[in-house]
């Protein structure tokens, strides 16, 4: 059992910055997989932000591309976005998961609000 446990969410104007952590522990952490970030707007349905493949490969959504980076510290298990140039729509629930293939574990996530 992989436990994720997110922070650094919290309240920014728009044009601020953020960096979100996930810390894993549990478990055979060694071979989590693939990590990523979820973003959860307000009455929306979760939508992926960005992942990370073990091997430091990323990807992100359109929305995202140049605001934000993913990235991943594999020797202290933590995962992290920065998200740079934030703007209203960027608020709600950010929530970490990672890949133990078969599973997929998930975060309680932390809360971002972007002020206008």
């Known amino acids: 059992q992989v436990r994720l446990v997110e922070s650094g969410g919290g309240l920014v104007q728009a044009g601020g910055s953020l960096r979100l952590s996930c810390a894993a522990s549990g478990g055979s952490i060694y071979s989590i997989g693939t990590m990523a970030w979820y973003h959860q707007a307000p009455r929306k349905a979760r939508a992926l932000v960005a992942d990370?493949?073990?091997?430091?490969?990323?990807t992100y959504r359109d929305s995202v591309k140049g605001r934000f980076t993913i990235s991943r510290d594999n020797v202290k298990n933590t995962l992290y976005l920065q998200m740079n140039s934030l703007r209203p729509d960027d608020t709600g629930v950010y929530y970490c998961t990672a890949d133990q293939i078969p599973r997929n574990f998930w975060g309680q996530g932390t809360q971002v609000t972007v002020s206008s």
């Open positions: 990370i493949t073990d091997g430091g490969r990323a």
